[in-house]
């Protein structure tokens, strides 16, 4: 990483070296999240109704309460929504300053700080397993072991991820700006969420559906900003570091024909859900 925090593109990895580098990396940007738990809280969007319900197992507005374990939780956005729609959730994080935020957010939360690869829970104890922008940061082999185990007979396991697939001007130069950080969305891996998917799946001798929502987010432009403040790259930055990559941002969205002067701007997502069935 430069001592300035610059955007420099990191290689693209497409070798066993490359898997063993970014093991490491997991484990060390996995754990960074703490240093932007505010920002995280703040900013982070939520998730599309349709799709929570998917992950916990119904479809959308014939909730059946289920006890959900929210792994990665961070500061609660996907907890919220399974709040909301009825479920009982326990939230899981090995960030502590993460959970910190959540329980200001949803105080009725039991947390637990703890790993997907080591979870402080009883056998047979979940319906579901589910992660938010979080299942690339886990070992598929530990933490698979550890979903069979906590689950109930008949229960799955769902992941979810954002993809800024955003085709306004605006944003596809955002996208460009931040091409480091846009692989930290997907895992960091060339072959992204997918490869994520089929590794636990091998695991879990699982069988996957999958639902894709396309939606937009209407927000402040510091929030745009906010969004790039949260991420594990910027936590790993010193005070410099960061201002000068969030000075990046804020510049473009100051300057950009489609954000000069503007109060609100849309930002599109693509979320794709994953539901992980065990055989
Ligand atoms: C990008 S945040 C996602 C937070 C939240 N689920 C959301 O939807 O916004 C990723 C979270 O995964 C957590 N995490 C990293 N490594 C983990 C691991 N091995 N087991 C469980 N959680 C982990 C981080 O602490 C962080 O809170």
Known sequence: MSPTGGLRSLPLMTSDAANTRWAAARSERG???????????????GYPSELVAF?????HGHTVRRRILDL????????????AAGHDVVA????????A????????????????EDLPLPDDDVDAVVAAQAAHWFDPV????????????????????????DSAPWAAALDQLLAADARDQQGDR???NQAVVDAFAAQL???VTIRTVRWVHRVPPEAVVGRVASSSRIALLDDAGRDAYLGQVRELLATHADTRGRDELDVSYLTSAYRLTPR
């Open 31 to 45: 754990r960074s999240f703490g240093a932007v738990a505010a920002d995280y809280a703040a900013w982070r969007p």
């Open 55 to 59: 992950l916990a197992g119904g479809e």
């Open 72 to 83: 990665g939780a961070g500061t609660g956005q996907l907890s919220e929504s399974l709040l």
């Open 92 to 99: 899981a994080d090995p960030s502590a300053d993460m959970l």
């Open 101 to 116: 935020q959540l329980t200001a957010r949803l105080p009725g939360v039991p947390t637990l700080v703890a790993r997907a």
């Open 142 to 165: 530990a933490a698979a072991r550890e979903f069979r185990r906590v689950l109930r007979p008949g229960g799955a396991v769902g992941f979810v991820w954002h993809m800024r697939k």
């Open 190 to 192: 060339p072959e992204g």
């Open 205 to 207: 001798d699982a069988e």
